[in-house]
């Protein structure tokens, strides 16, 4: 699928590793001077290797969904690769992941960064009294959501059924973008043919909402998995929808 890719320059990962300051910046753990050796294992040939730096995505940059300083670099670095062939390769599963390719659990992982600067997470901030608008990083992952989306909609019709799936989910919170909302005529129809057919009910519920939100039709579609029947599961899949106050566990950290 080919989508007009205005106002977003294409994202050469090695240069965002060479010219980012990293040692200025932070993750949930202090100063983030050993995230760009997370991020080139990301695509190590070990799958130990890539395991252990996916893991550290979720639990160090983006740590219960918090967005850091260091957050927006490493989500372009991460757009970057998803057209390497390495990341093809295999990582470790367990109970609670999607299924997919590393690919996949990129383009996962940059709906979840997405998601924690969409215009419901500026809604919850405002009704904590934090404005989105005075934190750094929320403003920074919003500026560069263009070339998020450039990244991401290249893998919308991915001949890998997860990969595709993972990429049309990661375009709907990149849409509220003013620069990107006439991208919602093209999405609306992959979210019907695509999410709403996925095996995932996770996918097929966030099909419905994005599509209500949009002002779409959902007439037909529903979740057929009813999501709380995990709840004393052995497998719960993760999801953006197991968080509460969409996405955050506690109060926003800002």
Not at 113 to 127: C, G, K, L, Q, Y
Not at 174 to 202: G, T, Y
Request: one cysteine or more; a negative charge; proline letters at 7%.
């Amino acid at each position: 699928m080919t989508l007009d890719q205005e106002f977003a320059e294409p994202i050469d990962p090695a240069e965002v590793l060479a010219a980012t300051h990293w040692g200025a910046l932070e993750h949930a753990y202090g100063p983030a001077d050993g995230v760009p050796e997370m991020l080139t294992g990301l695509t190590d040939m070990d799958e130990g290797v890539r395991s252990r730096a996916l893991d550290d995505l979720h639990h160090v940059v983006h740590h219960q969904n918090t967005l850091y300083t260091a957050t927006a670099p490493a989500a372009l670095y991460v757009a970057g690769i998803l057209g390497d062939a390495r990341s093809l390769q295999s990582v470790e599963k367990d109970r609670h992941s999607f299924p997919g390719p590393m690919r996949a659990e990129l383009l996962g992982w940059l709906d979840s960064v997405a998601n924690e600067a969409d215009d419901e997470a500026a809604a919850i901030s405002r009704r904590f009294g934090f404005p989105p608008e005075d934190y750094p990083p929320f403003v920074e992952i919003c500026r560069i959501r263009p070339q998020l989306f450039r990244a991401t909609s290249a893998f919308l019709d991915d001949p890998d059924t997860h990969v595709r799936e993972a990429a049309v989910s990661t375009c709907i919170p990149l849409l509220d973008d003013l620069r990107l909302l006439h991208h919602r005529v093209v999405l609306a129809p992959l979210l019907r043919n695509v999410l709403a057919a996925s095996a995932l009910w996770q996918y097929r519920e966030r099909s419905i909402e994005a599509l209500t939100t949009w002002g779409e039709d959902t007439t037909g579609l529903e979740v057929r998995q009813e999501r709380y029947v995990f709840c004393d599961s052995e497998h719960k899949p993760s999801s953006w929808t197991d968080e509460p106050w969409g996405g955050y566990d506690t109060d926003p950290p800002f």
